[in-house]
């Protein structure tokens, strides 16, 4: 009797022990989430990855663990092209800053380089990673330039980054993915064929308004 009284006594114990520490624990920072997110992102781990983003864009991209685990490994670094990092992490900011930026280099078999980079932002608890879609969407645009005759910056960036989503936009609705938020926790969402819309609008207006696609 006595047995059984000690072992439900230390199992309260362990309860409020463990209570505890998650309560009064300090949050993780916007650079220890950024080291995760990139270490997550090489072990190809699109579970752990997950649970590093905010809810906001989970809840406006209808979010899961299986789709963010495939758009790593069948879009991002897609299984069969033997993807490598080449550099360790580089994180640029700190917690005095609005975000933190996190920056690894991949290179695959034919040699072609990806930069990956996801930014983090600090919460009222553990920093996350937001826009994370965005990130990795636009980490991949990134790579299918022609680097050895970049688009320039303006109306040829803004084709480029056009034409790369038409070709990706398959691969991404294949895993349930509708599109990506934008700038931040309280980003505006794109669906593809609003983004596609988005820049053909900013190419139409180019011709009157030259200035115009000089940005997102």
């Given at each position: 009797m006595r047995g059984k009284y000690l072992v439900g006594l230390t199992c309260v114990v362990v309860v409020i022990v463990v209570s505890l520490i998650i309560t009064f624990r300090r949050p993780l920072s916007a650079e220890v989430i950024a080291k995760q997110s990139l270490s997550a992102i090489e072990k190809r781990d699109g579970h752990r990855l997950f649970r590093l983003i905010h809810e906001s864009e989970i809840n406006q991209l209808d979010l899961t663990p299986e789709k963010i685990n495939q758009l790593l490994n069948k879009v991002i670094?897609?299984?069969g092209e033997n993807y490598e990092s080449r550099s360790e992490a580089v994180i640029e900011g700190d917690s005095s800053s609005s975000f933190v930026v996190g920056r690894q280099l991949y290179v695959n078999k034919d040699g072609r380089q990806l930069t990956i980079s996801v930014r983090v932002f600090p919460t009222e608890g553990d920093a996350k990673c937001s826009p994370l879609?965005?990130?990795?969407?636009?980490?991949?645009?990134?790579?299918?330039?022609?680097?050895?005759?970049?688009?320039?910056?303006?109306?040829?960036?803004?084709?480029?980054?056009r034409d790369s989503i038409k070709f990706l936009k398959p691969q991404f609705e294949a895993i349930g993915l509708t599109g990506f938020v934008q700038d931040g926790v309280r980003g505006r969402k794109f669906t593809w064929d609003s983004w596609i819309a988005h820049c053909d609008d900013l190419l139409a207006r180019a011709k009157t308004e030259p200035t115009v696609a000089d940005g997102e």
């Open positions: 670094l897609p299984e879609v965005n990130a990795l969407v636009f980490s991949k645009v990134d790579e299918l330039m022609d680097r050895r005759n970049p688009p320039k910056p303006g109306l040829e960036t803004v084709r480029h980054w």
